[in-house]
């Protein structure tokens, strides 16, 4: 795992951002079709942004995936993941060469599921876009997370920390108006990504980012998982990396 700091949360996305375009434009050299997931958030703002006005991406020859979403929610709720992905990034590439959207109003789960898994499976990442929690889960893996399945999506759920964060960053009013559950892409499925790009900036993550880089590899810090993946690019804030060593 690389670690690169910088000054600002902006400088943050914005560098992020950068070395994703290198790394989807060298996969298109070569590939027809680049595959790349993208995580949602108050710490993705600056690198989406960033990404969306490349003029050196070919946004039809890319199939998009994201990592998780709410459980009864509307896709046209404003905290809503695809409708988090259609307003700040699809509706600003389009055409894209396909949209893997998840219905968290799917009328039964398990048949959702296994349509995103079915889409999933046999397809090579290229690159993941991720964030990390304050109570360091990744995607929607909260801790303790199941760190052995092999699904790629699963049903998970969220706990009270992961639920608060949700509040503290104005996508909900209160605790209560945030979903109990949802769908998560799982952390054995973003490992195998080939290249990960981690954004996490602010202070109230620091210690969830200690213990990532840190800490020992545990389900109980989810995100730890990154250590044992090559090629993660972990891209820190001075606040997010304030409690590092060195």
């Not at 997370?145 to 706990?159: G, M, N, Q």
């Not at 990504?193 to 996490?200: L, Q, R």
């Not at 880089?213 to 109980?220: E, K, S, W």
Request: with cysteine; proline share 3%; net charge positive.
């Amino acid at each position: 795992m690389q670690v690169n700091i910088y000054k600002s949360k902006k400088e943050t996305g914005q560098e992020a951002a950068l070395r994703g375009e290198t790394i989807i434009v060298n996969a298109q050299r070569t590939q027809r079709i680049v595959r790349i997931i993208f995580a949602t958030g108050s710490s993705q703002f600056d690198l989406l942004q960033e990404l969306s006005k490349s003029s050196k991406i070919n946004w039809e020859n890319c199939e998009i995936y994201h990592l998780d979403e709410y459980i009864g929610l509307d896709s046209e709720h404003s905290a809503s993941f695809v409708n988090y992905l259609n307003e700040r990034l699809i509706s600003k590439i389009r055409p894209v060469f396909k949209f893997h959207s998840i219905d968290g109003k799917a009328a039964t789960i398990t048949y959702e599921l296994q349509r995103l898994n079915s889409n999933i499976r046999s397809k090579t990442i290229d690159l993941a876009f991720i964030g990390i929690g304050e109570n360091s889960h990744l995607a929607f893996n909260d801790p303790p997370a199941d760190h052995r399945t092999e699904e790629p999506f699963i049903k998970v759920v969220l706990d009270k920390k992961c639920r608060q964060q949700q509040v503290t960053e104005g996508w909900f009013k209160t605790i209560d108006e945030v979903p109990r559950n949802a769908i998560t892409m799982s952390i054995k499925q973003i490992l195998k990504s080939k290249k990960i790009i981690c954004t996490v900036s602010d202070q109230r993550k620091a210690k969830a980012v200690q213990s990532t880089v840190h800490g020992p590899v545990t389900n109980l810090c989810p995100a730890s998982y990154l250590q044992k993946h090559k090629n993660t690019f972990l891209m820190l804030d001075e606040a997010a990396a304030s409690l590092l060593r060195n």
